[in-house]
T-cell receptor, first 113, second 114 residues
Framework: KQEVTQIPAALSVPEGENLVLNCSFTDSAIYNLQWFRQDPGKGLTSLLLIQSSQREQTSGRLNASLDKSSGRSTLYIAASQPGDSATYLCAAEDPNTGNQFYFGTGTSLTVIP | EAQVTQNPRYLITVTGKKLTVTCSQNMNHEYMSWYRQDPGLGLRQIYYSMNVEVTDKGDVPEGYKVSRKEKRNFPLILESPSPNQTSLYFC?????????????FGNGTRLTVT
């Protein structure tokens, strides 16, 4: 069964800093890797989706990379802002289990003004 | 507005009293799914549906039922809720599974079973 891990569980940085969030998965046979943002009391919002054939995707200050061979994805946030404070989750879509989605436990990010 | 709508947002009930959490999407998505989110365990898939009348178990289906009689709706049914089903529940949908389309989530239902 696919297992997805996110380290660290929590991260606190000063405003303006560049940061990297990590996501690892155990089975490289994935359709895609998605990154989500979750704000308190809200649902998850899709940030980026990287297809299995891609190495990276960019949206504004966000850049996500995917290395299937090593089972790793990273989310890079440039010039962090207090509004980036949220929990970030990654999820792998696994074709081996009927297209289920497996989520990490998330990284709680706090950007200090 | 394209969205996934869950109701209710909050629900407090007692052990054994049947309940239904509704989920509806207006994006004509084929794939819908239910998750529960618990501290330290992340989101775990309960059930999913690839199409109307097609449902499959996820990783934690025990104690839950679902039905998919029409494309837009995917209710989650707890026939006899127990305290260990106290959790935050999310419904999600996407166009198709396996075609690299993002998951869209509802705002969640916080369930407390006493």
């Amino acid at each position: 069964k696919q297992e997805v891990t996110q380290i660290p569980a929590a991260l606190s940085v000063p405003e303006g800093e560049n940061l990297v969030l990590n996501c690892s998965f155990t089975d490289s046979a994935i359709y895609n890797l998605q990154w989500f943002r979750q704000d308190p009391g809200k649902g998850l919002t899709s940030l980026l989706l990287i297809q299995s054939s891609q190495r990276e995707q960019t949206s504004g200050r966000l850049n996500a990379s995917l290395d299937k061979s090593s089972g790793r994805s990273t989310l890079y946030i440039a010039a962090s802002q207090p509004g980036d404070s949220a929990t970030y989750l990654c999820a792998a879509e696994d074709p081996n289990t009927g297209n289920q989605f497996y989520f990490g436990t998330g990284t709680s990010l706090t950007v200090i003004p | 507005e394209a969205q996934v709508t869950q109701n209710p947002r909050y629900l407090i009930t007692v052990t054994g009293k049947k309940l239904t959490v509704t989920c509806s999407q207006n994006m004509n998505h084929e794939y819908m799914s239910w998750y529960r989110q618990d501290p330290g365990l992340g989101l775990r898939q309960i059930y999913y549906s690839m199409n109307v009348e097609v449902t499959d178990k996820g990783d934690v289906p025990e104690g839950y039922k679902v039905s998919r009689k029409e494309k837009r709706n995917f209710p989650l049914i707890l026939e006899s809720p127990s305290p260990n089903q106290t959790s935050l529940y999310f419904c999600a949908s996407t166009i198709w599974a396996g075609v690299n389309s993002p998951l869209h989530f509802g705002n969640g239902t916080r369930l407390t079973v006493t």
